[in-house]
């Protein structure tokens, strides 16, 4: 006690930050998890139906369907966003010439600075079949008729994994780089002396310095797995959208183009579920510690 008011002036600064937490963040979660639970109606009573708007949203197809495009997509980005920041930390951190270092790290960043709306407006355009730079290029190549790279369903799921990589992969690669910076001189030194070359000390030395941040880099990008949206929202089109509608997405179509409240909060409530559930086997099977 004599503690606490010793430094009393402290904790009354974290009263600000509590209440804005409690009103913006946990009031609205409690507020929405009670009305999943609801017949939600704008006027007049709305009835406790227990979990009956969770049994609808999980007897929908287009939930499930919603589903299986996400883990499609969002396995394809962390399966290839993983790798592909990852090599090209390890190829930039083979770089000698600071100068082009640094400007092939500010090429890589670039896209991550852009909204979705500008990425999606890009590669709308280079992806055209009329006269967009892919058709282009495939036409120098030898193929006689343009592609629709964004009205056929086989290419969608892929395109969007594609973009999303293109986009982020600058970004991740920046942290890994940061954390190779801290890696201790002295074990490259060692291998040295042992006769490793280049790739052994990648292999033995870098690789397992990079496996922490490995770790702190795959949750940060399993927990926005389930909460695609933006990329989704600017790039599907009437021609593909069954293979690219993501459970946010769906989300956003229950609650408000479709006006059910209810419905969407169930849904999102099911979607954070799923979160922590990947969250909790991935920390259990990794080891790794959240805290």
Excluded at 98 to 119: D, E, G, R, T
Aim: hydrophobic share 55%; proline share 4%; net charge positive.
């Amino acid at each position: 006690m004599p503690r606490f008011r010793q430094h009393i002036g402290l904790y009354l600064m974290f009263v600000p930050v509590i209440v804005y937490f409690l009103i913006f963040l946990y009031f609205p979660l409690v507020r929405g998890f009670t009305i999943s639970l609801q017949e939600f109606r704008m006027i007049g009573d709305r009835p406790f139906v227990g979990l009956e708007q969770y049994k609808a949203v999980l007897g929908d197809p287009f939930f499930w369907q919603a589903l299986k495009n996400t883990l499609w997509i969002g396995a394809g980005q962390l399966a290839f966003g993983f790798a592909a920041s990852l090599l090209a930390a390890l190829s930039l951190g083979e770089v000698l010439n600071p100068l082009f270092k640094k400007f092939n790290q500010m090429v890589l960043y670039i896209p991550h600075l852009f909204s979705w709306v500008i990425v999606g407006g890009i590669w709308i355009v280079l992806l055209s079949p009329d006269g967009g730079m892919v058709n282009e290029l495939l036409k120098l190549a030898g193929v006689e008729q343009p592609v629709h790279f964004l009205a056929e369903e086989r290419y969608a799921r892929w395109i969007m994994i594609g973009t999303s990589v293109w986009k982020e992969m600058g970004y991740t690669c920046i942290i890994y780089l940061a954390a190779m910076t801290l890696i201790n001189p002295s074990l490259y030194e060692a291998a040295r002396l042992d006769g490793a070359g280049r790739l052994k000390q990648l292999w033995y030395v870098t690789l397992p310095q990079l496996v922490p941040t490995m770790k702190t880099v795959f949750v940060l990008q399993l927990l926005g797995v389930l909460r695609m949206f933006d990329q989704l929202i600017v790039m599907r089109n009437p021609a593909i959208y069954r293979e690219v509608d993501v459970l946010m997405t769906y989300v956003y179509e229950q609650g408000i183009q479709q006006f059910q409240m209810d419905i969407a909060s169930a849904a999102s409530f099911l979607i954070i579920a799923a979160t922590l559930v990947l969250t909790l086997i991935f920390s259990r099977v990794s080891r790794y510690d959240l805290s």
